[in-house]
């Protein structure tokens, strides 16, 4: 049973650590949205974890691997100083340069017409 145990905790760190770690432009992607987005006094709380949920998908990186990544990082300040830079430059570019958005209308709006 022990044996097992130990093959099984082997074989599931070694997978775990074979994943695709997040590049360290995804990390500055995925902490400037998480800032861009708790900026947006405007938007619901709902709203903001749909967001998040979608920002998690584009950037390649989650929630849990960024709370692991700053506790990586709290005690090398070189290492949090690239990434602080890193989403800086993304905030500062969004900020200057916002992207035109085409207002698109919601379907559930639409005027339905009634048979007869």
Same mark, same amino acid.
């Given at each position: 049973m022990? !044996?097992?145990?130990?093959?099984l @905790?082997?074989l599931?760190?070694?997978? @775990?650590?074979a ?6 432009e995804?990390?500055?992607? !995925?902490? =400037?949205?998480v !800032?861009? @987005?708790?900026?947006?006094k405007?938007?619901?709380?709902? @709203? +903001?974890?749909v967001r998040?949920r979608?920002?998690? =998908?584009?950037?390649?990186? +989650?929630? =849990?691997?960024?709370r692991?990544?700053l506790v990586?990082? %709290? ?5 949090? +100083? %690239?990434l602080?830079?890193?989403m800086? *430059?993304i905030?500062?570019? =969004? ?7 085409q207002?698109? +209308?919601?379907? *559930?709006?639409k ?5 007869r």
């Amino acid at each position: 049973m022990i !044996f097992r145990r130990k093959t099984l @905790l082997i074989l599931v760190s070694g997978i @775990l650590c074979a994943l695709p770690a997040a590049t360290p432009e995804q990390q500055a992607r !995925f902490f =400037a949205g998480v !800032f861009i @987005l708790d900026s947006r006094k405007d938007l619901s709380d709902t @709203l +903001k974890a749909v967001r998040f949920r979608e920002l998690e =998908a584009v950037s390649g990186m +989650k929630a =849990a691997d960024a709370r692991a990544l700053l506790v990586s990082i %709290r005690k090398r300040p070189e290492e949090w +100083k %690239r990434l602080y830079d890193g989403m800086m *430059l993304i905030v500062t570019e =969004a900020q200057a340069e916002p992207k035109k958005i085409q207002e698109t +209308k919601d379907t *559930l709006s639409k005027n339905v017409i009634k048979r007869r």
